[in-house]
Structure formats: C-alpha cells, structure tokens
T-cell receptor
Framework: KNQVEQSPQSLIILEGKNCTLQ??????????LRWYKQDTGRGPVSLTI?????NTKSNGRYTATLDADTKQSSLHITASQLSDSASYIC??????????FGRGTSLIVHP | DAGITQSPRHKVTETGTPVTLRCHQT?????MYWYRQDPGHGLRLIHY???????DKGEVSDGYSVSRSKTEDFLLTLESATSSQTSVYFC???????????FGSGTRLTVV
C-alpha cells in the first residue's frame, strides 16, 4: 500500500527563522512528488513538483528537495513570514491518477 | 480557486436527511475527486471520476454516492447524513497526474 509520512506533525517558529519539513514516501511506481500549502479554511495550493529525476526545486522562499534513493523529501522555508502559517502537505504520485497524501505538518509562525 | 467552485460553502443538516454537495469546473479536466478532511486524518478520498458517468470508490466511500452526468459537474450525495460525516469536503480536478491537482475552497458540513 502506498504511504506518505510527514514530520513533524506540528511546528512553531519565530518570524524570520528558517525551518525544514520532512516527508518519507512509499509510492510505487513513483513519478512525482508535490508539496501543497493549505491556509486555514482554504483548499490546498501547489507549491512545488519534482519528478524522480529532479533533486531540488525552488518557489520563492520555498525549496523542496527529493532523494529518490532514500524516498525522502524535504521542504525548506527561508526567512519565515506570518503568512507562512499553514498546513503543508506532501503528495506522492505515480502510475495512476490517484495521488497519495500525507497528513500534513501544521506550521505556526509567531511574530 | 480558478476554474473550480464548490457549493454550498457551509451547510448544517439534521441526522438522517439527504445532502448533496456540488463541484463545478470550467477547466474541462477529465478527472474529478471528492475528499474529506478531518483533524488527524488529512485528506481521504471518497469517490473519484475519470470521465462522464465513469466513477469509482475511494478509501472512505461508505455512506456516499456520486454522479457525473456532465464533464463540468461532480455531485456528492449523502443519502442519510450521520454525525460521523461532519467534515470539510474538498473537490479536486486534474487533467492527468503530470498536470497536478486543483482544489476547490471546500464545503464545511455539520450534521446535528
């Protein structure tokens, strides 16, 4: 069974600090991994997508990495802002049109 | 969210009543999905569609049915709502895995 595990479950940081969120996936076959940001009361919005041949992708202050050998991904947020407070969801896909979602990491950025 | 709308945004209903949630897209995407999101569980797939009148069950389909009579509309029906179906429901669309998934803004359903 395909699985995506995220850690930590929740994280509190001060504004301006950096943080890294982790994702371990077991998705077979594997074609791509996405990170989504979900603001409170809204639907998830895509941040990055990486195929198995890519190992890093940036979107502004967000940088995602992928290690296809260890089946791990991380999302690094640089110089956090209050607007980064949200849930971050890791999603693995491959071989079908049914993606596998992680349960998300809840990030709170305090001023 | 661009090209996808859900209605209603909020609904309170009584146990045992039927409820229908609507997802409408203007993107002409082939795939449509219904998820529910609960604390501690993340997004769980209820039903999905891979074309007009082509639907299949997800991991939490019990108590739910769907219909897709047109490309643009995907309806989720709770035949007899129960308190365990209190949740936030999200619709998503996709034109294939390589193109990603676009989510609606969600419907918050409360069954009392």
């Amino acid at each position: 069974k395909n699985q995506v595990e995220q850690s930590p479950q929740s994280l509190i940081i001060l504004e301006g600090k950096n943080c890294t969120l982790q994702c371990n996936y077991t998705v077979s076959p594997f074609s791509n991994l996405r990170w989504y940001k979900q603001d409170t009361g809204r639907g998830p919005v895509s941040l990055t997508i990486m195929t198995f041949s890519e190992n890093t992708k940036s979107n502004g202050r967000y940088t995602a990495t992928l290690d296809a050998d260890t089946k791990q991904s991380s999302l690094h947020i640089t110089a956090s802002q209050l607007s980064d407070s949200a849930s971050y969801i890791c999603v693995g896909s491959g071989g079908s049109y049914i993606p596998t979602f992680g349960r998300g990491t809840s990030l709170i950025v305090h001023p | 969210d661009a090209g996808i709308t859900q209605s209603p945004r909020h609904k309170v209903t009584e146990t045992g009543t039927p409820v229908t949630l609507r997802c409408h897209q203007t993107e002409n995407h082939r795939y449509m999905y219904w998820y529910r999101q609960d604390p501690g569980h993340g997004l769980r797939l209820i039903h999905y569609s891979y074309g007009v009148k082509d639907t299949d069950k997800g991991e939490v389909s019990d108590g739910y049915s769907v219909s897709r009579s047109k490309t643009e509309d995907f309806l989720l029906t709770l035949e007899s709502a129960t308190s365990s179906q209190t949740s936030v429901y999200f619709c998503a669309i996709s034109d294939g895995d390589s193109y990603g998934y676009t989510f609606g803004s969600g419907t918050r359903l409360t069954v009392v």
